[in-house]
């Protein structure tokens, strides 16, 4: 089978679709108070986001135009993977040292600072992407898609790099940058399916 541009671009599309999903379904598990395992969660997005680096990249190759956008979604995977992969091995280390060593519990909390601010960068380029690609689906005639897709994206970038300048306790609440994150996404992948079709 040949991994033509049409094929890499659709796969990546679902890759973007069933994260967005996922943490859908994480978000509302969590708000919920469901218990669930974190590290399978986790480890099946980091399975996916490995992939996503590899098809994103592979597009980003073959694509004529809109390499900025394959940037931001291949770049933006690499840095969930490492998010995830601290979440995943570092969380439960750190936080049972926290818990028996007396003066260390600033430990955990620089990991999870840490995570955090890989976290705010990976949706800020996703946010990038979507705005990428909404203006380049606005300029095909897609003007509702393309339209809503670009919004979303500038909202992430914005709310994203507003926690990244200004941390964790700043005056926006970090669920604003992880919604509007998971938005941009779904409605990137939604973008990047619509333009696949149009160029049939």
Same mark, same amino acid.
């Not at 108070?33 to 099946?44: M, N, P």
């Not at 490492?82 to 995943?88: D, E, N």
């Not at 091995?89 to 999870?112: D, M, R």
């Not at 994150?181 to 973008?191: E, H, K, Q, R, Y």
């Given at each position: ?9 659709? $796969? ?9 999903? /996922?943490? &859908?379904?994480? !978000?509302?598990?969590? #708000?919920?108070?469901?218990?669930? /395992?974190?590290?399978?969660? *986790? ?26 956008? *394959? !940037?931001? $979604? ?10 995830? #992969? ?5 969380? #439960? ?16 909390? +620089?990991?999870? /600072? ?10 800020? @380029?996703? +946010? @990038?992407?979507?705005?990428?690609? &909404? ?5 095909? %005639?897609?003007?509702? $898609? ?14 994203? %790099? ?7 306790? +700043?005056?926006?609440?970090? +669920?604003?940058?992880?919604? !509007? ?12 399916? !619509? ?6």
């Amino acid at each position: 089978m040949e991994f033509t541009h049409k094929r890499t671009t659709l $796969i990546t599309a679902s890759l973007l679709l069933l994260l967005a999903i /996922s943490q &859908g379904i994480y !978000s509302a598990l969590y #708000s919920a108070e469901i218990s669930f /395992s974190r590290q399978v969660a *986790w480890g099946l997005e980091a399975l996916v986001f490995t992939l996503l680096v590899a098809f994103a990249g592979t597009a980003m190759v073959q694509a004529k135009n809109a390499q900025l956008g *394959w !940037s931001a $979604i291949a770049f933006s995977a690499v840095l969930n993977i490492v998010q995830v #992969s601290i979440g995943l091995t570092l969380f #439960s280390t750190f936080g049972k040292v926290a818990g028996t060593v007396e003066g260390a519990q600033p430990l955990i909390g +620089g990991v999870v /600072s840490l995570s955090f601010m890989i976290y705010y960068a990976a949706k800020l @380029l996703l +946010g @990038l992407a979507a705005v990428v690609f &909404g203006l380049s689906f606005i300029t095909k %005639g897609g003007k509702a $898609i393309g339209g809503l897709t670009a919004f979303a994206g500038a909202a992430a970038m914005l709310a994203n %790099g507003v926690l990244i300048t200004c941390g964790r306790d +700043g005056f926006l609440p970090s +669920g604003v940058a992880g919604a !509007s994150g998971m938005i941009a996404t779904l409605l990137l992948a939604i973008c990047l399916i !619509s333009l696949n079709r149009k160029a049939d």
